[in-house]
């Protein structure tokens, strides 16, 4: 996916708290870390949500972790974007939690079946239904 381009995006970007960065833009810990960025990103420009109405849920989540006494020194940051993501996309009937858990549940199994050193692929039986 291509960096948004618009003076806007650059704002929004600039407006996140702690993130960590380099001259040429946000810098991730771990893969799905920027994956996670790009489709919140992406799914506010496609109009699913609105950049204010995404800080909002995202600060919630930031929040809740400070109140249950976690530790805030940035290592769990993406947790609480990736916890904010999956309230936005039900709340916006984008998916329901039972289709979100029943794909977290098929990566799961697909990676335990994985073999070390091999692509975690997911295969669903469209027959079936079942994963293999």
């Avoid at 381009?5 to 996140?16: C, F, I, P, Q």
């Avoid at 947790?79 to 009937?93: F, N, P, S």
Wanted: charged letters at 25%; a negative charge; hydrophobic letters at 40%.
């Amino acid at each position: 996916m291509s960096p948004p381009d618009s003076a806007g995006s650059a704002d929004r970007l600039a407006a996140l708290p702690r993130l960590p960065r380099e001259q040429d833009g946000p810098v991730f810990a771990e893969p799905w870390e920027a994956q996670a960025f790009a489709l919140a990103v992406k799914l506010s420009e496609q109009g699913h949500f609105t950049w204010e109405e995404w800080t909002g849920v995202l600060a919630d989540e930031l929040k809740a972790r400070a109140d249950r006494g976690e530790p805030d020194d940035g290592s769990h940051y993406y947790h609480c974007w990736l916890a904010a993501l999956e309230r936005l996309v039900v709340a916006k009937g984008l998916i329901t939690r039972a289709a979100m858990q029943a794909r977290n549940e098929a990566w799961a199994h697909a990676y335990r079946h994985t073999p070390h050193g091999k692509p975690v692929e997911l295969v669903v039986d469209a027959n079936a239904g079942q994963r293999s």
